[in-house]
T-cell receptor, first 109, second 114 residues
């Protein structure tokens, strides 16, 4: 089966940096996604990593180490609107995604 | 319509009733997916379809069925609803043609089975 672990909750202050870690053990690997989900809404795509290293996209960056089964999502210059759940998902060899339970980030003023 | 839509937005259903959740996309994506999302468990795949005419079972398929008669529509049917099927259901689609295979999600259907 698939095993994807991420912390349940994180709290940070507006303007700060938060790093959300994700570890995975899956039967296949064809890339790792991060999604953002605001309460009561659908998940929306944030980032994709298939090779080792850092992908930067504005205030958000995502890192992957395939040998360690590890990824993190880095959120910089936190804003109140960044309060949401962040979902780590692994793409297996059959184009299916397996999701972690999600990390709820609360940004405080 | 633009993107992916789901209907109904929410529904309260008596146990034992039959229910079909509708999903339509206009992006001409070949693959479509149904997930359920429960507190603390995250998104779990129910069924999927990599192309029109084919379907496959996901992680939690029992009690659900799907069909994929054409590219755009992917309905999910609960033949005889039970309270444990109370959940938020998300439909998603993606274009399997190499690359990231990013999935786009519909707005969800909140289903309560009493």
């Amino acid at each position: 089966g698939q095993n994807i672990d991420q912390p349940t909750e994180m709290t940070a202050t507006e303007g700060a940096i938060v790093q959300i870690n994700c570890t995975y053990q899956t039967s296949g690997f064809n890339g790792l996604f991060w999604y953002q989900q605001h309460a009561g809404e659908a998940p929306t795509f944030l980032s994709y990593n298939v090779l080792d290293g850092l992908e930067e996209k504005g205030r958000f960056s995502s890192f992957l180490s395939r040998s360690k089964g590890y990824s993190y999502l880095l959120l910089k210059e936190l804003q109140m609107k960044d309060s949401a759940s962040y979902l780590c998902a692994v793409n297996d060899n059959d184009y299916k995604l397996s999701f972690g339970a999600g990390t709820t980030v609360t940004v405080r003023a | 319509i633009a993107g992916i839509t789901q209907a109904p937005t929410s529904q309260i259903l008596a146990a034992g009733r039959r229910m079909t959740l509708r999903c339509t996309q206009d992006m001409r994506h070949n693959a479509m997916y149904w997930y359920r999302q429960d507190l603390g468990l995250g998104l779990r795949l129910i069924h999927y379809s990599n192309t029109a005419g084919t379907t496959g079972k996901g992680e939690v398929p029992d009690g659900y069925s799907v069909s994929r008669a054409n590219t755009d529509d992917f309905p999910l049917t609960l033949a005889s609803a039970v309270p444990s099927q109370t959940s938020v259901y998300f439909c998603a689609s993606s274009d399997i043609a190499g690359g990231p295979n990013e999935q786009f999600f519909g707005p969800g259907t909140r289903l309560t089975v009493l």
